[in-house]
């Protein structure tokens, strides 16, 4: 019971630290010492959108369902509450791995119109924005 309970804080540890948000003062050391650009313009309107998993959560979850599940049982039933395992943590390593985004569509100052999709962002429709990129990758949009 003490190795299950272990392996709930790794896991709730390691999905801690997996978001990013876009409006954040963080940057990637990547982004540092190059030329970005920018871009001003109004949010004409704001539509709510799901990110899908990569993957990643999906295997993640599957890997420490499985793990968690072969604990427990022998034989027959090891093998099925392993498999029970694998299945739950697949399914909650998907939804993890889900994250709600915004799909902002801007009128730039030059006239052209685009559309971004960024998350954790607070920006409603009238507002004046930033739009940070590094060629066509958005590295952030704030507002102004």
Known sequence: MKKFFLWLMFIGIFFSGCSRLYNSNEVNLYDT?????????VVEDVKRVVIKDDGSGTFI????????????GRGKGN????????????????ESGKANAE???IKLNNGKNIVVIVKGVDIIRG????IIKDGYRVIRVEKI
């Open 127 to 130: 507002d004046r924005v930033r």
């Open 61 to 72: 979850g599957a890997y420490a369902g499985t793990v968690l599940g072969s604990m427990f």
């Open 103 to 105: 799909e902002l569509f």
């Open 79 to 94: 093998i099925l509450s392993t498999l029970i395992g694998g299945l739950t943590g697949a399914f909650v390593g998907y």
């Open 33 to 41: 010492n190059r030329v970005l650009t920018y871009e001003n313009g």
